[in-house]
């Protein structure tokens, strides 16, 4: 009985080291860390706002004015931050000096080889003189551009951010030079766009322009040159997110804009403008009329039809 005591007292003595050895032996457990899901690209309407005024205490963006000389640089530095490659597209139009500003990925792996690119493109120009002002005094002045130039490249650049990269589609962000001169002396509108499709190596396959589409009461019509098809896919884009009452299925206005050089070189372009805006042309457009909300409903759109498989 003793003996057998004592063989039970050292068995479990022997038990317990073993364990102890084992435990030893055995991994220490870690926290593993569970691969939390990439959350899906998001466009953010308050940065791209803020992108907007940003552009606004440069003062105007007319060609060769000090705010341009700004901007271009502004607009480079971002958009090489945001991870693209920019080349600055010089050309003369009508013995003006233009400088178009291209970003793209992967310039260095042959482009080609991602398929034809889809580009999205803005004019970040403003107009020398707000002629359609109301008051005598104030049409020679430039046009201060919160809609007609600052709202387009503002969601351009923050799809720069957002657009994820290394993955089709294959898409090449523009920003014109000089749209916004057209009927003032020694001028036209589009020389930038106009400079980029005469110079252009790989044709698009698709061309989306945004203009004026920051107006804080957003309504979108249906360009009517633009090419349908491709007008129908992202007029559907915005449907399905609930913006139909700010892409309007009706056709309104026929435009010269930034998609027209592209249309007459055989390349389906739109045109995503909201003409309905009372101060085209004013000293009025500025800050006070536009919205980061409106801004988020173009993003917003684009950002789901580029990711969209297109
Ligand atoms: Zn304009």
């Known amino acids: 009985m003793k003996n057998t005591k004592i063989t039970i007292i050292i068995s479990i003595i022997f038990l317990s080291a073993c364990q102890a050895g084992l435990s030893s032996l055995a991994p220490t457990p870690t926290l593993s860390p569970v691969p ?34 700004r901007m271009l640089v502004w607009l480079e530095a971002e958009l090489l931050r945001a991870g693209w490659d920019v080349t600055i597209q010089e050309d003369v139009q009508m013995g003006h000096t233009v400088h178009n500003v291209v ?25 020398l003189h707000a002629d359609h002002d109301p008051s005598p005094g104030e049409r020679d002045e430039p046009v201060p551009g919160a809609n007609d130039g600052a709202s387009g490249v503002a969601v351009l650049l923050e799809l720069a951010r957002v657009l994820p990269a290394g993955k089709s589609p294959n898409v090449w ?19 930038g766009s106009r400079a980029f499709v005469e110079n252009l190596e790989i044709s698009p396959k698709a061309v989306v322009i945004v203009d004026m589409i920051g107006d804080a009461d957003l309504n979108i019509h249906k360009e009517r040159n633009s090419t349908p098809a491709l007008q129908d896919e992202i007029w559907n884009q915005a449907a399905e997110l609930g913006y139909d009452e700010y892409f309007l299925s009706t056709p309104k ?35 006070d009329k536009v919205s980061a909300h409106s801004l988020g409903v173009v993003g917003d759109t684009l950002l789901a039809w580029l990711l969209g498989g297109r």
Not at 39 to 67: I, K, Y
Not at 104 to 119: C, F, M, T, Y
Request: negative net charge; charged residues 20%; proline residues 11%.
């Open 173 to 191: 962000l523009v920003f014109f030079d000089a749209e916004d001169n057209g009927q003032i002396e020694g001028w036209d509108w589009i020389l």
């Open 253 to 287: 206005y026929s435009m010269l804009d930034d998609h027209t050089p592209f249309l007459q070189a055989g390349i389906p372009a739109v045109d995503i403008i909201d003409f309905d805006y009372p101060y085209w042309h004013t000293a009025e457009d500025a800050l």
């Open 36 to 69: 939390s899901p990439t959350p899906p690209p998001a466009f953010n309407a308050e940065r791209a706002f803020e992108d907007l005024q940003h552009q606004l205490t440069f003062g105007p963006r007319t060609p060769s004015s000090p705010g341009h000389a």
């Open 103 to 127: 970003a793209r990925r992967g310039v260095g792996d042959a482009p080609i080889l991602l398929g034809e690119p889809i580009l999205l493109g803005a004019h970040y120009d403003t107009r």
